[in-house]
């Protein structure tokens, strides 16, 4: 299947600080990216679409000025998460669909935890 | 109504079992359907689509019943390593909208 990386997998950092998160489609072109958010136990909740070229779509109760996200290029979306908190933490998960693909899939990077102190 | 429901589960089952999960969709116009398996702290993988006519992949049957508005999977032979949480997928509306995602099911296959 089609390979989306994430990077980094892990990150700590302190109250305050503000933190990017990459997700790389590898081997195929990507105009939409989505961004996920997953609590522990808890299931994938959409936070972000994103698009090539064009501003993000956030969902309800998402700030768009806390969770910056830029879709710079067909194979590149980055999510900033701005002055974080401890109650950020959690495990981001991106995901992307193949633009020139006949199904309609989505493949999903990695993951990034975050862990905010 | 949520969107897309699931019983949560968790489904223990012993090894060589068959099990099978339900996914409740409450969007009529949707699309299109899909099973992922999510392992504790890693990322969704697609374990299949979900077609009209059904289909099979080795142990793994997916069923959907637009009727009623659910889709299944079925995974018979059950294996240790089929522990996971299985999570289901609807595409609501036209291609290239997101999923909605189920909350998922855990299933523990049992020595």
């Known amino acids: 299947g089609a390979v989306v990386s994430q990077h980094p997998s892990r990150v700590i950092c302190k109250s305050g600080t503000s933190v990017k998160i990459e997700c790389r489609s590898l081997?195929?072109?990507?105009?939409?990216m989505f961004w996920y958010r997953q609590f522990p136990k808890q299931s994938l909740m959409l936070m972000a679409t994103?698009?090539?070229?064009?501003?993000?779509?956030?969902e309800q109760g998402v700030e768009k000025d806390k969770f910056l996200i830029n879709h710079a290029s067909l194979t590149l979306s980055t999510l900033t998460v701005t002055s974080a908190h401890p109650e950020d933490s959690s495990f981001y998960i991106c995901?992307?669909?193949?633009?020139?693909?006949?199904?309609?899939?989505?493949?999903f990077g990695p993951g990034t935890r975050l862990t905010v102190l | 109504r949520k969107e897309v429901e699931q019983d949560p589960g968790p489904f223990n089952v012993p090894e060589g079992a068959t099990v099978a999960f339900n996914c409740t969709y409450s969007?009529?116009?949707?699309?299109?359907f899909f099973w992922y398996r999510q392992d504790c702290r890693k990322e969704p993988k697609l374990l299949m689509s979900v077609y009209s006519s059904g289909n099979e992949d080795g142990r793994f049957t997916a069923q959907l019943n637009r009727a009623s508005q659910y889709i299944s999977l079925l995974i018979r032979d059950s294996k240790l390593s089929d522990s996971a949480t299985y999570l289901c997928?609807?595409?609501?509306?036209?291609?290239?909208?997101?999923?909605?995602f189920g909350p998922g099911t855990r299933l523990s296959v049992l020595p």
């Open positions: 995901s992307a669909r193949d633009s020139q693909g006949k199904a309609d899939t989505q493949y």
């Open positions: 997928a609807v595409n609501p509306g036209s291609y290239g909208q997101n999923f909605v």
């Open positions: 994103s698009n090539e070229g064009s501003k993000a779509t956030y």
């Open positions: 969007n009529s116009a949707s699309q299109s």
């Open positions: 081997d195929f072109q990507a105009t939409t």
